[in-house]
């Protein structure tokens, strides 16, 4: 069992942050309105990735500024090991309960 525990919003950015090397937050806010069919605030995502990076699952740099930001460098989130290692382990727990949902309650539409 993990010692972490995770809401679903976290999880879910956590997840998008592990697709790639490094997200920075307008590009994990599309990711997530791709997916989820839901729009998400930058700042609800910034909320999200500081709590991630406090828990040590995400880890974040600043890039280097640039003219089109006017001078301000872009912050980059990256997923470290244990990010990922908890984000296999809530993968696996939520096979494994589906797994115990009965097929008949997907035949009749009860799911």
């Given at each position: 069992?993990?010692e972490?525990?995770l809401?679903?919003?976290?999880?879910?950015?956590?997840?998008?942050?592990l697709?790639k090397?490094?997200s920075?937050?307008v590009?994990?806010a599309?990711?997530y309105?791709?997916?989820?069919?839901q729009?998400?605030?930058?700042?609800a995502?910034?909320i999200?990735l500081?709590?991630?990076?406090?828990?040590?699952l995400v880890?974040?740099?600043f890039g280097?500024?640039?003219?089109?930001?006017?001078?301000?460098r872009?912050?980059y989130?990256?997923g470290?090991?244990?990010?990922?290692?908890?984000a296999?382990?809530l993968?696996?727990r939520?096979?494994?309960?589906?797994?115990l949902?009965?097929k008949?309650?997907?035949q009749y539409g009860?799911?």
């Open positions: 069992m993990s972490y525990s809401g679903s919003l976290e999880e879910t950015i956590l997840v998008i942050v697709m090397e490094e920075y937050g590009e994990i599309k990711v309105e791709n997916h989820v069919k729009s998400i605030s930058l700042p995502i910034h999200v500081k709590r991630l990076e406090k828990k040590g880890k974040s740099s280097e500024p640039t003219p089109e930001r006017g001078g301000k872009k912050k989130y990256q470290t090991p244990a990010g990922y290692r908890i296999q382990e993968q696996q939520r096979s494994e309960m589906w797994s949902v009965p008949t309650s997907l009860l799911i």
